[in-house]
């Protein structure tokens, strides 16, 4: 009798939590699954409440109904466990009461999601479950300015249609805590692209993050404070995904751009989440994800940085090539200062010293591709460390060609298939599984810093023979 007794009580436990859990298939009549957009505030209010509602509608157009409330009575078992996620769009301040915060702890404990927008972080501050699950909480911020966002995890979906350096204006949060130890860091922001001010947290300042707690999913991004922000075709795919991370749902095909507007193209991951990421068990993966190893990808970058370097650099040396071979054997006066300045090595050979200009190429473009092998094609930077770049830009054209080589590929989105590298490490500091770029390292590492300072030298070392050359006058016999 005991025994029948105890069973029946574990089958009504059971059939409780189902009964909390939220709706995983589509209910009778409702072709789609159902997201609650929140917005109440209790502190100050956003503009661009309105816009980020009808942004949410917009996009879950055909992937998910949107609710929008601002009443807190709907913050209770029955209504929440309608909807696989619930957004909180730029709340602020004390907005639930004690029963419906408990309510929001068994939705999410039963596997509901949550997906956090701009001042989502500035919400429930006396709630620490809550604190737990948003992952920071706001402190301060500058005034809205132009910065970059550098994006560390290229596979997740929210991110991986953004280009490794996302250049973007808002409104930029910093936070009491960095969340790096408890959450999956997606973005982070780079101080020395904009003024934070008082609002400054240093090299490692995360903008958006997501990881399962308690059962549920978290996803949260820092940006969002301006209307415009909801129309830019990138935070508006960016957004879509987290929510649909958030919620269980799978991508789009096309890396989170359906109903977003135009946006650059961008790779799709061929190889699994950070082994720290949350996983969807929707996410499709590509077949040469599962069977590749995980070296693999190294090799095929290489004639991507050929494509987008390479040739483009060697393209301006013809016309340096053509004057060579048309000037007379004795070249005097500024020509050889010149051509050591456009390619080095090249006035000590134009001059009869073959051995010295071939050493000089050998030494000074040796350490220019040291550069782009340790820190990327984006440690040469003329908008973004133009103190380094004068030093570089004694390489010549192949630095110049370098730098809009790279901005090129910013502006288009494709940095990320560009020589993967070495992953940064998880919050327990194993190595991260997954697909990155040179340039992804930036803002989590020294890799670009030394790849600036080997390009550099490289320059300065030109300069020394840029300034020897003219010294010398034509030798009287080749092979000096």
């Given amino acids: 009798m005991a025994s029948r007794t105890a069973s029946t009580t574990r089958i009504a436990v059971i059939l409780a939590s189902l009964a909390l859990a939220p709706a995983q298939a589509a209910a009778p009549g409702d072709a789609l699954p159902r997201v609650l957009v929140f917005s109440r505030t209790a502190g100050f209010r956003h503009a661009s409440i309105p816009d980020g509602i009808a942004a949410v509608r917009e996009l879950g157009a055909g992937r998910w109904e949107t609710d929008a409330t601002e009443d807190p009575s709907a913050f209770a078992d029955d209504s929440l466990r309608r909807y696989r996620a619930v957004v909180f769009l730029s709340t602020t301040g004390d907005v639930l009461d004690a029963s419906q915060e408990a309510a929001f702890e068994r939705y999410v404990r039963a596997g509901g999601g949550f997906a956090g927008i701009h001042a989502a972080t500035d919400t429930e501050y006396g709630w620490p479950w809550f604190g737990k699950l948003v992952g920071a909480r706001f402190a301060t911020h500058p005034p809205v300015q132009v910065a970059v966002v550098r994006v560390e995890d290229r596979a997740h979906p929210s991110t991986r249609m953004l280009p490794a350096e996302w250049r973007r204006s808002d409104e930029w949060y910093s936070f009491k805590e960095n969340p790096r130890r408890g959450v999956h860091v997606l973005a982070n922001l780079d101080e020395r692209t904009y003024a934070p001010g008082e609002a400054a947290m240093g090299a490692d300042h995360p903008?958006?993050?997501?990881?399962?707690?308690?059962?549920?999913?978290?996803?949260?991004?820092?940006?969002?404070?301006?209307?415009?922000?909801?129309?830019?075709?990138?935070?508006?795919?960016?957004?879509?995904?987290?929510?649909a991370w958030a919620a269980g749902l799978p991508a789009t095909d096309?890396?989170?751009?359906?109903?977003?507007?135009?946006?650059?193209a961008a790779p799709k991951p061929d190889a699994p989440t950070p082994a720290d990421a949350p996983k969807s068990a929707d996410a499709p993966k590509s077949a040469d994800a599962r069977a590749a190893p995980a070296a693999a990808p190294a090799l095929a970058g290489l004639p991507l940085l050929a494509q987008g370097a390479g040739l483009a650099t060697i393209g301006m040396f013809v016309p340096v090539i053509a004057l060579v071979a048309l000037a007379p054997r004795s070249v005097s006066g500024f020509r050889a200062p010149l051509l050591a300045m456009l390619l080095p090595g090249l006035g000590h050979l134009s001059l009869g010293y073959r051995r010295r200009g071939v050493l000089a190429m050998a030494a000074v473009l040796g350490m220019f591709a040291s550069g782009l092998l340790v820190g990327g094609i984006d440690a040469v930077d003329s908008e973004e460390d133009f103190p380094w770049f004068l030093a570089q830009s004694f390489n010549g054209p192949i630095a110049y060609g370098t730098d809009w080589a790279n901005r090129s590929m910013l502006k288009s989105g494709r940095v990320g298939t560009l020589l993967p590298t070495p992953p940064p490490s998880d919050a327990a500091g194993r190595p991260a599984q997954g697909r990155f770029t040179v340039s992804s390292l930036k803002g989590v590492g020294a890799a670009n810093e030394f790849g600036t300072l080997f390009i550099a030298l490289g320059g300065l070392m030109n300069l020394v023979l840029v300034m020897d050359v003219t010294r010398r006058e034509p030798a009287d016999r080749p092979g000096r």
């Fill in 254 to 264: 096309a890396g989170g751009t359906k109903g977003a507007g135009p946006s650059p």
């Fill in 207 to 243: 903008a958006a993050w997501c990881h399962e707690f308690d059962g549920g999913r978290s996803w949260y991004t820092a940006g969002g404070h301006t209307k415009e922000s909801f129309a830019e075709p990138l935070f508006r795919a960016h957004i879509a995904e987290g929510i």
